[in-house]
């Protein structure tokens, strides 16, 4: 554990249950505008995709956006987009070199750095490598690109209105594998920050470390749930015996309004588990495809 995940494993119980809630596309409309308008141009500036800009938008949408991959951690997220470009004939009708990014999987494969800006730095440090500047200036390029162009994008309706019920009857902290400052300044400016007790972000580790160290020993299985908008955020709550509620892409005001009028209540009446959950995420995993529209 590090010292950023102190908060989490020092998180003392106020009330019997306990959510967690995914931040980027969950409660907020941000998925959109980050990926479009932050992530995407500064992979094809930084990563020489120019000649396969159109290809390489595709690529990073579906990767990060539409598809069973939705919220990933950047890295991975990025050598998909690599991999899936390389593979496509109409990348390779154009010869174009895409990177291999062996020293980036290097970084990717080795647990003993976090997978953010500061556990890039620290591996750079002992495995200095031009494809790592590279890989330092794409990811500092984005969160400039964040800092700079996400602002003013309210919670998703019924959001705040949620918040207010949970904090009533369970401890909440934000699970997301954002940076925590960029987290920290979302719920601050819209007034939101003050119904969770820790903003978590990728700085304490994985989604399911966060949930392991702020819940374990603490709460019954069954009185745990993870709200979130991807795939990772319901193996993290598998990985913690936790319950899951979807915030379905595409149809998130309804999410969140169903999760208000009926949801919570069924977590906090013990009928949230089986049948009612089963029908939820498998109408969740149900939007969220694993083969690319080029390639069906």
Excluded at 176 to 189: G, K, N
Aim: hydrophobic share 45%.
């Amino acid at each position: 554990m590090t010292d950023h995940a102190r908060p989490l494993a020092e998180l003392a119980p106020q009330h019997g249950f306990f959510v967690g809630i995914d931040s980027d596309g969950c409660a907020f409309d941000t998925m959109e505008i980050k990926h479009k308008e932050c992530f995407i141009p500064n992979t094809i500036k930084h990563w020489g995709l120019q000649p396969v800009s159109k290809f390489a938008r595709e690529a990073a949408e579906f990767v990060n956006l539409y598809s069973r991959w939705r919220g990933i951690n950047r890295w991975p997220a990025l050598v998909m987009v690599f991999d899936l470009l390389r593979e496509r004939p109409d990348v390779q009708a154009r010869c174009v070199a895409v990177p291999q990014a062996r020293r980036l999987r290097e970084f990717i494969a080795n647990d003993a750095f976090p997978k953010s800006n500061d556990g890039l730095r620290a591996y750079m440090t002992e495995h200095p490598d031009p494809e790592l500047d590279t890989g330092w200036a794409w990811t500092t390029g984005v969160n400039a690109a964040v800092a700079d162009m996400v602002h003013g994008v309210p919670p998703f309706p019924c959001v705040r209105e949620s918040l207010e019920a949970i904090v009533k009857r369970a401890d909440a902290i934000v699970v997301s594998a954002t940076p925590v400052d960029a987290l920290t300044r979302e719920w601050e400016e819209h007034g939101i920050s003050r119904f969770v007790r820790v903003i978590a972000g990728q700085e304490m580790g994985k989604k399911a470390l966060h949930l392991r160290l702020a819940t374990r020993a603490k709460y019954p299985p069954s009185h745990v749930l993870m709200i979130g908008d991807a795939p990772g955020d319901l193996q993290a709550a598998r990985a913690n015996d936790a319950l899951f509620f979807p915030i379905n892409p595409g149809h998130e005001e309804a999410s969140w309004q169903r999760f208000n009028q009926e949801g919570f209540d069924r977590f906090i009446a013990g009928e949230f588990k089986g049948e009612y959950e089963a029908a939820l995420v498998s109408e969740f995993e149900a939007l969220l495809p694993d083969v690319p529209p080029w390639s069906r």
